[in-house]
């Protein structure tokens, strides 16, 4: 079965600059325009950033200028480094992939089952 697996996560200080990663088994992300979305308690699933096959990226205005998507192919591995992280970016964060060349953040034809990152001191 085709997977992807988040990892990375944990408890972060306020401040502080995890990097999230997306590790594909079964299947190459050559192929794949990745998505990192993030739902917070109570609230909808939010598309934060995405990154196509050749490497163009697209970010939220929510994490413009903190937040940066990255990919390795010879890894098979797509990045999130996240800095100065505060409070209300607690949440369970996933990536997705979506066969082609996009930039997707919908229509994803397959999903990571989620890493948990809480910013708290």
């Known amino acids: 079965q085709l997977q992807l697996v988040e990892s990375g996560g944990g408890l972060v200080q306020p401040g502080g600059s995890p990097r999230l990663s997306c590790a594909a088994s079964?299947?190459?992300?050559?192929?794949?325009?990745i998505g990192w979305f993030r739902q917070a308690p109570g609230k909808e699933r939010e598309g934060i950033s995405c990154?196509?096959?050749?490497?163009?990226?697209y970010y939220a205005d929510s994490v413009k200028g903190r937040f940066t998507i990255s990919r390795d192919n010879a890894k098979n591995t797509v990045y999130l480094q996240m800095n100065s992280l505060n409070p209300e970016d607690t949440a369970v964060y996933y990536c997705?992939?979506?066969?082609?060349?996009?930039?997707?953040?919908?229509?994803?034809?397959?999903w990571g089952k989620g890493t948990q990152v809480t910013v708290s001191s």
């Open positions: 997705a992939a979506r066969l082609g060349n996009s930039c997707p953040l919908a229509g994803m034809d397959y």
């Open positions: 990154i196509t096959n050749g490497g163009s990226t």
């Open positions: 079964r299947f190459t992300l050559d192929y794949y325009g």
